[in-house]
């Protein structure tokens, strides 16, 4: 079993910038693809970002340029920089996590961009 917890979230204002964490705790998760995919009210969820094992990266359109999407498999933590807020990146930030037969969730942190 692998338990994913985030953190980093706030309030920031339009232009800030934030850096989610996901620490994983149950297995090391060097070989996994990670990600984060956000939520906002009424939405469906949607990826952000991505990594692979090797290090190769994937975002969404609307952040690309903003925001970076790293990994430290020594900690087995997640991060993800986010630069130049926007109200639009409003949402609930999940961490994600797929090991070869399942896919691990964590329970979210809110990220609010407000004046």
């Known amino acids: 079993q692998v338990q994913l917890v985030e953190s980093g979230g706030g309030l920031v204002q339009p232009g800030g910038s934030l850096r989610l964490s996901c620490v994983a705790s149950?297995?090391?998760?060097?070989?996994?693809?990670l990600g984060w995919y956000r939520q906002a009210p009424g939405k469906q969820r949607d990826m952000v970002a991505t990594?692979?094992?090797?290090?190769?990266?994937e975002y969404a359109d609307s952040v690309k340029g903003r925001f970076t999407i790293s990994r430290d498999n020594i900690q087995n933590t997640m991060f993800l920089q986010m630069n130049s807020l926007k109200p639009e990146d409003t949402a609930v930030y999940y961490c994600?996590?797929?090991?070869?037969?399942?896919?691990?969730w964590g329970r979210g942190t809110q990220v609010t961009v407000s004046s």
């Open positions: 994600n996590a797929r090991p070869p037969l399942s896919v691990y």
């Open positions: 149950g297995s090391i998760f060097r070989g996994y693809i």
């Open positions: 990594i692979t094992p090797r290090g190769s990266t």
